[in-house]
């Protein structure tokens, strides 16, 4: 019979590597562990970016009058770079062309009314059209 041969070092030479007696006898971790640990960090950096976000934006915005001054009342993209916006300031109606590092005065109005939003009948209808077109008889 052939006698067993331990799987771990004699007590006696620990002291001489201690890091790999420290390595054997320190327990493992789970797997369950690590991964809980991780998603709860990175939980952690998620609510604090979020956080920080919604207080950047409390703190930059416009206060008492200031914050009622100015609006934007329409814009529409005239070219890749460019739109022409019209902005509402008190009682008076700018349109401004507004381009990459310019912007500039177009014209100056009295406030005016805004005209009602199509209703989606009167939008153009894809879906309608396209079913009109299919129904109608073909000429042959």
Known sequence: MVPAVPNRFPIALA????????????P???LGG??????????VVIVVLIASLWLLKRLSAPRGEAAGLMRVV???????????????????????????????????MPRGNLPAAPTPSQ????????RQMLDRPHAS
């Open 74 to 108: 329409a814009g529409t993209a005239v070219g890749a770079r460019e739109r022409v916006v019209i902005l509402e300031v008190g009682t008076t109606w700018l349109v401004l062309g507004v381009a990459p590092g310019r912007v500039t005065a177009l014209a100056e």
């Open 28 to 30: 493992s971790q789970d």
């Open 15 to 26: 002291p001489l590597l201690p890091g790999l007696a420290h390595a054997q006898t320190a």
């Open 123 to 130: 939008s153009k209808d894809f879906a309608g059209r396209l």
């Open 34 to 43: 690590s991964i809980f640990q991780l998603l709860f960090g990175l939980l």
